[in-house]
């Protein structure tokens, strides 16, 4: 089982619709769970609709790990599983404040489970929060999406800061994926420019993720992922953790 966090610098980067995407393309094959940790549950809507237990109901200590996998809508197919996020999450903070282990209560609860081969955990805009450090805390690969603007490309370093304090003090293991660029047009200066100064100083993939309206359409119409190059995207990721 390989689990990779989808990891936020900046909020609005396509994190979770290119989360929603691979996620869908790696269910026609392999045996995919998605667990959103974001309390906006945009992620949940899209593959699962509403779900009666939630991810926060695990975190919280009142539900099992295997009592929140709920089945993702049918047009997903049968190899797509959620844990389901809740508005509740946004408790999570202040709740668990005064836990020894909270860096460590998504590793611990990921580390029972079985039956996966993938695992996708979409992380929320809040960098400092449990529900950002405690996905990448779990996780074997960091994938950074980024988009194609000057205010998203300049906040990498600050990411890089907060995966080196991860892995210095939760997660030696982790390991950081290529960036995967999202939001392109390819017909803007800016973009090019700002995609080539990506490939210049870090990993990009090679698959470059277009801004397009189809992609928002089949997302909120919960549907799977039928993009060339979120599909690429994919592909690449598994050829980059096998
Ligand atoms: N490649 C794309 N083409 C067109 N629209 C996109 C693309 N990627 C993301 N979007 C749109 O951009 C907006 C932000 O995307 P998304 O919610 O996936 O970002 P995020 O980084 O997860 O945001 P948040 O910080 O709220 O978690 C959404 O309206 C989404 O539909
Ligand atoms: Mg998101």
């Not at 995407?21 to 609709?49: K, M, N, Y």
């Not at 950002?132 to 000057?150: H, R, V």
């Not at 939760?170 to 017909?187: C, G, S």
Request: charged share 20%; proline share 5%; aromatic share 6%.
């Amino acid at each position: 089982m390989k689990v990779i966090t989808f990891a936020k610098h900046k909020g609005g980067v396509g994190a979770t619709t290119l989360a929603w995407g691979v996620a869908s393309v790696w269910a026609e094959h392999h045996r995919t769970l998605i667990w959103d940790f974001d309390p906006q549950c945009s992620l949940s809507l899209a593959v699962a609709g509403d779900c009666q237990v939630s991810g926060y109901d695990i975190l919280s200590g009142q539900k099992l790990i295997t009592e929140g996998i709920h089945d993702a809508l049918p047009a997903y197919g049968p190899n797509l599983k959620i844990i389901a996020a809740s508005n509740l999450l946004a408790n999570l903070d202040i709740e668990t404040a005064s836990r020894f282990d909270r860096g460590h209560i998504v590793a611990d609860l990921l580390g029972d489970l079985r039956g996966f081969d993938l695992v996708v955990l979409d992380t929320p805009p809040a960098q400092n929060s449990i529900l950002s450090i405690g996905p990448l805390a779990a996780a074997d690969y960091a994938l950074l999406p980024c988009s194609t603007d000057d205010a998203s490309s300049q906040q990498v370093p600050r990411f890089q800061q907060t995966l080196e304090m991860v892995q210095k003090r939760l997660r030696p293991e982790l390991t950081w994926l290529p960036i995967a660029a999202n939001l392109y047009q390819h017909t803007q200066i800016m973009d090019r420019q700002v995609l080539s100064n990506l490939r210049e100083n870090y990993r990009v993939f090679q698959a470059v993720v277009p801004k397009r309206v189809s992609i928002r359409e089949e997302m909120a119409a919960c549907r799977p992922c039928t993009n060339e190059e979120i599909r690429k995207l994919a592909a690449e990721i598994l050829e980059e953790i096998k």
